[in-house]
């Protein structure tokens, strides 16, 4: 009965989401005037408004924060750390540092151009990190593959800063990219990379049974007919597409797939089902209110949403890592 009231609120904590992100922003509208311009009435300078600016960025700020959230899900089950999530293991870093050497290479590239480098980046800063953190076996204690992350990924970070440093005006259009941003100015980008989002999620729900069974350890897990090599292997792919893709759109947005898996898993419990069912609706439901935050604070251009993020999520890890009794997976 708990998770079931969790979701309703969840999904009407969504739902309020979606409403603020289009509505609320450097000019405020009512819910008529915001009824009609969805419906291509009333004033052209609104419909505008709504049509070219704001439906684009919430339809890009639910489909990552779906995407980060279930990244978030798969590697917290995959290590068996509740504190673990794509930005601390490396793999938006991964991305980032692709995207930076392809732009200092070959020039400022369209969002489709970023896209396989990213995915590329991120899939190698995944294996790596596994590598790393488990000495080249499939066995991987979760305490390592943290450090690994953290090494790996601050590693990249740098040698991106590094680049960046070297020929600011090459990497200028990467500026909100760094930072976070689902400021898209149009669908095209966010469909592009959507199918491979879309299916990065098919993936973690179809892996949420198995996940629950490795949970218990891998020996067990095999006791129970599971193919663990299998399971991990279609795990990091599933990383590589939700958090890689992501990355390519927006650019890295930390600490939501730390954040809201670890929370939704309070009344949902171990069952991986469950907890990818809260995180599907809290994690862009938590992106679009950030980027609400944003605008809100600093209108017109408004504060990158990966920054908003940081803020709340900084402080919210600190708590985390004070509780006695971090949430069992």
């Known amino acids: 009965m708990r998770t079931a009231w969790g979701l309703v609120l969840l999904a009407v904590a969504l739902l309020g989401a979606l409403v ?9 509208m009512s819910l008529p005037e915001l009824w009609q311009a969805l419906h291509h009435q009333g004033d052209p300078r609104v419909i505008s408004t709504v049509w070219d600016m704001r439906v684009p960025r919430t339809v890009t700020g639910f489909l990552v924060g779906v995407a980060y959230g279930l990244a978030g899900v798969v590697i917290q089950a995959l290590t068996r750390n509740p504190l673990a999530d794509s930005g601390i293991l490396g793999v938006n870093a991964g991305a980032g540092f692709a995207v930076t050497l392809t732009v200092g290479l070959l020039g400022p590239m369209s969002m489709a151009g970023l896209l396989w480098p990213a995915l590329l980046g991120s899939a190698l800063a995944t294996v790596a990190v596994y590598l790393i953190g488990s000495a080249g076996q499939w066995t991987a204690d979760p305490l390592s593959l943290v ?5 790996l990924g601050t590693l990249l970070g740098g040698v991106s800063s590094f680049l960046t440093l070297i020929d600011p005006d090459t990497f200028q259009s990467l500026h909100r990219w ?3 941003s689902i400021g898209v100015s149009s669908l095209h980008p966010t469909l592009t990379v959507a199918p491979l989002i879309l ?7 179809a892996l949420a049974r198995p996940l629950n069974a490795i ?3 891998d020996e067990l897990a095999q006791s129970l007919g599971v193919r663990v090599v299998a399971v991990r292997t279609v795990a990091v792919i599933v990383v590589t597409l939700l958090a890689g893709a992501s ?3 927006t650019g890295g947005i930390g600490f939501v797939g730390l954040m809201v898996p670890h929370v939704v898993r309070w009344f949902t419990g ?11 609706l809290a994690a862009p439901a938590l992106v679009l209110l950030a980027d609400v935050v944003g605008r809100v604070l600093m209108p017109p251009h408004g504060i990158e949403v990966g920054l908003v993020t940081s ?3 900084a402080p919210v890890l600190i708590a985390l890592v004070r509780r006695k009794k971090v949430s069992a997976l």
């Open 247 to 249: 990355t390519a759109l």
């Open 20 to 28: 603020a992100s289009v509505a609320i922003g450097a000019r405020a």
């Open 178 to 180: 760094n930072l976070g």
């Open 270 to 280: 171990p069952e991986q089902r469950r907890i990818m069912a809260g995180t599907i």
């Open 311 to 313: 803020l709340i999520g």
């Open 147 to 151: 450090l690994a992350g953290v090494a």
């Open 199 to 205: 299916l990065g999620v098919v993936l973690a729900v």
């Open 215 to 217: 949970a218990l350890g």
